[in-house]
């Protein structure tokens, strides 16, 4: 077994909303392990984004614990929660979220930007994974020369190339049609047994499935439901 990348402990969450509360989580608990792949499913409004959210440090938690990677973020400021994001966390999003501007390989290499990298080998690492993805030709390409399925693979790379840890993807294949939805969640699956990351992939279609090692179903705040895929591939 391998050892929990994140770890949250009884996490909830309220939003204010007129004149009461709104309860989006309650009491959740789960443990990600590196070198798997899990869906978190639900429908609209089950919390799910709220708790991705979370466990990538970009909403603190009303109530609760959460470890990344060992490290602790209760009492972090917003500048040490930064640190951990960079460091730890790649985010892949239902709307890809490229620069139009950029090409391919400046859109991956603005991740490295950000942690400080500014290397000549960032141009090499950005080539690395771009053609993991299927992409080395498309470097000088710009985000408007790409189909939506090309353009979420750029998106998939920009999450990896900084060996983050954690990969969390909202909603990732909602945009895509059948073919390239299944194509990104092989890209991801095959991250997670590659690189012995932990990938999280929130999403309410549950067609996913197959991808996954590990299903956590999500309802009003409340995880409900959670199984292991024996026929996941690999």
Not at 83 to 99: C, D, M, T
Not at 188 to 202: C, H, Q, W, Y
Request: glycine fraction near 10%.
């Amino acid at each position: 077994m391998n050892d929990p990348i994140i770890e949250a402990h009884d996490v909830s969450k309220t939003f204010a909303s007129g004149a009461g509360l709104v309860h989006a989580l309650k009491g959740v608990s789960l443990s990600l392990e590196g070198g798997s792949l899990t869906l978190l499913i639900g429908p609209s409004g089950s919390g799910k984004t709220t708790l991705l959210s979370i466990l990538g440090c970009m909403l603190a938690p009303t109530g609760g614990t959460l470890r990344i990677c060992g490290n602790s973020t209760i009492g972090a400021r917003p500048d040490q929660l930064a640190n951990i994001r960079r460091q730890h966390i790649g985010f892949v999003f239902q709307s890809y979220h490229l620069f139009s501007t950029l090409t391919v390989a400046e859109n991956v290499m603005l991740a490295l930007d950000v942690r400080g990298e500014h290397s000549p080998e960032t141009i090499a690492k950005a080539e690395e994974v771009l053609a993991a993805v299927g992409l080395r030709a498309k470097m000088a390409s710009f985000p408007r020369q790409l189909s939506g399925g090309e353009q979420q693979r750029v998106a998939i790379a920009r999450a990896v190339v900084t060996n983050a840890s954690a990969i969390l993807a909202d909603e990732p294949t909602a945009a895509l049609d059948a073919v390239n939805g299944q194509a990104t969640m092989s890209i991801l699956s095959a991250i997670a047994k590659d690189r012995g990351r932990t990938v999280l992939v929130v999403t309410h279609d549950s067609r996913l499935s197959s991808f996954a090692d590990r299903i956590i179903h999500i309802e009003d705040g409340c995880t409900t439901q959670e199984e292991n895929n024996v026929s996941s591939p690999g």
